[in-house]
């Protein structure tokens, strides 16, 4: 076993998603740690493109596994292609963005190298003996667990997007490995009939620096254009509550919270949403957290970096023409 930390960088649709990247980031930290290298890994198609993208993100080295039959995700497959890139690279850590993709996979790989996982890390290090050791939030956020790997074993870590900056870039290109992609008939017994988009192709709520969400307030579908308007003009994506979902105002792949999806974004915009604890459970931990509510009571208000006091439909076009301005400006 070396002491490289490995990177499994994901891409859909021919482009790299954040997480991966920020994931090179806390590989970066752990191999100055480890005294390796990070090494980074991509499974798809038509690859080359992105490869280069990698140049220069700190990575020695790229491992591509680049074939027609990785076009659409596989889970098998690509279990098979990553499998294939972590033996050759034979590193200490294995990390890879707990995503959906990355919660697919992680398991897999971690059975099928005899390796330790932990999911949805929060913070990564290593402890005296030069071992693994991350943080990981349970219990809706309530609480921390730290993780205490096997130093035999390969080291396995899914790690929660947007807890680590991508990197900046400016390192030495990598070296390209390329390897052949060994799928097995067995693979085509899961087959991918549709990869549904959330709303329309716009970005997901986890994988969004900047989420605006919407509450029952709203009050209907089309009123939730103001909200989609100020994620446009933030570069972020559209949340909701489970109130604005379950009544129909958005679909149930932007709910946050509970029982939907749990986001860690730099900015967290709630617009008339009470802040009940199943959804703060899905979004306390975002970096700065601004509320807009007409009540001054809503426990939004408790865990707000700013509040305002007023009325969504007023105050949030006011915020988007705010931000238009500054931009045009
Ligand atoms: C097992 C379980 C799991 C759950 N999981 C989730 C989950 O994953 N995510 C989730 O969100 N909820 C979840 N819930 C539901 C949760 O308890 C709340 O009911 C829900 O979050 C409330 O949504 P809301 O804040 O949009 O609506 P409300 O609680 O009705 O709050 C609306 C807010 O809007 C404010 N308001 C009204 N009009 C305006 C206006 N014009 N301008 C500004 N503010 C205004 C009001 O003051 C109020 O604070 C779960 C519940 C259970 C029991």
Known sequence: MTKDVFVFVEQRDGTILPGGLQAITAGSELAGKTGGRVVVGLVGQDLG???????GSGAAVTYLTDDGALADYNVLKYTRALVGQIEKA???IVLMASSSMGRDLAPRVAIRLGGGLAT???ELGLDDAGTLVVKRSIYAGKATNNVHFNASKIQIASVRPNT???????GSPAERVELPCAADAS???QVTKEIARTG????????AAIIVSGGRSLKNEDNFKIIAELAAVLDGAVGASRAACDAGYQPHSRQVGLTGKTVTPQLYFACGI????QHLAGMRGSRRIVAINTDVEAPIFKVADYGIVGDLFEVVPAVTEAIKQAKAG
């Open 49 to 55: 493109a992105l490869a280069d993208k990698l140049d």
């Open 90 to 92: 034979d590193p200490q």
């Open 120 to 122: 949805d890390c929060v």
């Open 164 to 170: 680590y900056a991508a990197p900046e870039g400016g």
């Open 187 to 189: 693979d085509d017994r």
């Open 200 to 207: 329309g192709g716009e970005k997901d709520v986890t994988e």
């Open 274 to 277: 009470s802040g009940a604890i």
